[in-house]
């Protein structure tokens, strides 16, 4: 099995803002990325519950990106500047080691 070094963005943000992250790390390169309803505890406070309905935005999402470096850290920064004056939410990056790399890349 060969694995490639890659990295990983990972963007907690608020739900409301979901299809313009989306929009944007496409515009930005992205290939894909998976997308998960959190909730948790942070500077602003306990974020969502245990029970989600239709258009709930009281929770955050998760966004996982896979990608080169120059991507990652151009999404990152991105993210940082567009998005994070008027909303909550944090980035960070993680070396990663991946299968079938051509997904990604």
Do not use: W
């Not at 909303?87 to 070396?95: L, T």
Request: aromatic fraction near 6%; hydrophobic fraction near 40%; charge should be positive.
């Amino acid at each position: 099995m060969e694995l490639t070094e890659l990295q990983k963005v990972v963007i907690v943000t608020e739900t409301i803002i979901k299809d313009k992250i989306l929009k944007h790390i496409t515009s930005m390169g992205a290939k894909g990325y998976t997308i998960d309803t959190v909730c948790g505890k942070g500077e602003r406070g306990i974020r969502g519950d245990n029970v989600i309905s239709p258009g709930d935005f009281s929770r955050n999402i998760k966004v996982e990106i896979i990608t080169t470096k120059e991507i990652a850290e151009k999404i990152a920064s991105s993210v940082i500047d567009s998005f994070f004056k008027n909303y909550a939410g944090i980035v960070y990056i993680e070396d990663v080691r991946v299968v079938r790399a051509k997904k990604f890349e």
